[in-house]
């Protein structure tokens, strides 16, 4: 029974994140030929809190259904876009795991958060690459998205701990994080 309620914790927490994410991406503000959301910042929650395999589908899923629903992407952005928010989460979740007992400290939470938003950031400019090589002008792409990149990296490794650090009181007193292994206990 235990693992049956682990298993719908996690499932309605991952639904609960990937609907934030892609809630959050609605509100954007144009800058410097791209757009910049607080997205990316939930996205890196989602690892922080769920782990790397839930907060990596959790980033994905939500990420990916704005990109279907909102602007009907095809088939191969769809997929790019889980695979490289799926990433972000799960390199903040990795890192933040190897953190052991310090995880917590502001420091080691901005240092995974900046490595995850820098993964995204990488591989968001390898897709633009690619892209604009096909159309004729890589280095045209590249050079008008990362300026917005790198800013809405930069507020998603400032917001992501800031968030952190507001719900995990909460979420711990109510158990829902150690019920299922997700943070160990603090010592």
């Known amino acids: 029974m235990k693992k049956e309620r682990i298993q719908l914790i996690r499932i309605v927490f991952g639904a609960v994140l990937a609907a934030m994410v892609f809630v959050v991406t609605m509100f954007r503000f144009p800058l410097l030929g791209s757009k910049v959301h607080f997205a990316n910042a939930v996205c890196l929650l989602s690892g922080l809190l769920l782990g790397p395999v839930w907060g990596g589908m959790a980033a994905g899923m939500g990420s990916m259904l704005y990109d ?61 690459a690619i892209y604009g090589a096909i159309a004729g002008n890589a280095w045209a792409a590249v050079v008008s998205k990362f300026p917005a990149s790198i800013i809405n990296a930069g507020v998603a490794t400032v917001a992501a701990p800031l968030f952190y650090g507001a719900l995990y009181p909460a979420l711990k007193s109510g158990g829902l994080l150690s019920e299922f292994g997700v943070v160990q206990k603090d010592t």
């Open 68 to 128: 279907l629903f909102l602007y009907n992407e095809g088939i191969l952005n769809l997929i790019i876009t889980f695979v490289s928010k799926f990433a972000m989460a799960w390199v903040t979740a990795m890192l933040f795991r190897a953190f052991g007992q310090n995880r917590r400290k502001p420091l080691n939470l901005v240092l995974v958060c900046a490595a995850g938003a820098l993964t995204y950031v990488a591989l968001y400019m390898l897709k633009t």
